[in-house]
């Protein structure tokens, strides 16, 4: 049966209001416009979002995903998809997913129109992301707003291997 309040469909009119913006502070040239489509909808299990990124912009720091799988999908414009090290041009119609453990990646729009894709993946409530080029971890607490990071420092090993007497 229906939920009385639910709102199933969204017309492109409509989405612009729901649209924010958001920006990475690990990464300077970060600045993203993104409307999350599956909130909107009340999906609680898989998130997917549209993602509009501005001439000479990147999408966020170059980073992996740990526990949560992610994909994106190019509508328009073009991009250079910065994956597991090498860069690739990307443009309508291309696909990038990341099972996990995810390797690094990251959009940068280097030319001269807006790139608009569809980004998603798993609504998991936590995640650890790896930052290879800032050498930085951070656990991933997703709850109502902007997530909150937590940053992981260098493994700590707070347990020792007790031997038994007589070498059992």
Known sequence: MADAAAKYLWKAGEL????????????????LQRTGLSRLAGLQRAHVSLGRLAPGKDSFAYHAHMMEEEWLYILSGRAIADIDGKAHEVGPGDF?????????????????????YLMG???????VLDYPTLGKRFLLVYGKGVPEFYDLGEPSKPFNLVEKPGGG
């Not at 612009?16 to 600045?31: C, G, W």
């Not at 997913?97 to 790139?115: M, Q, S, Y």
């Not at 993946?121 to 995640?127: K, S, T, W, Y």
Request: glycine share 6%; net charge negative; charged share 20%.
């Open 16 to 31: 612009a209001a729901h649209q924010r913006e958001f920006a990475q502070r690990l990464n300077p040239n970060s600045h």
């Open 96 to 116: 990038m997913g990341f099972p996990t453990p995810g390797v690094a990646h990251l959009l940068r729009n280097p030319f001269d129109v807006e790139l608009v």
């Open 121 to 127: 993946g798993e609504a998991v409530p936590l995640d």
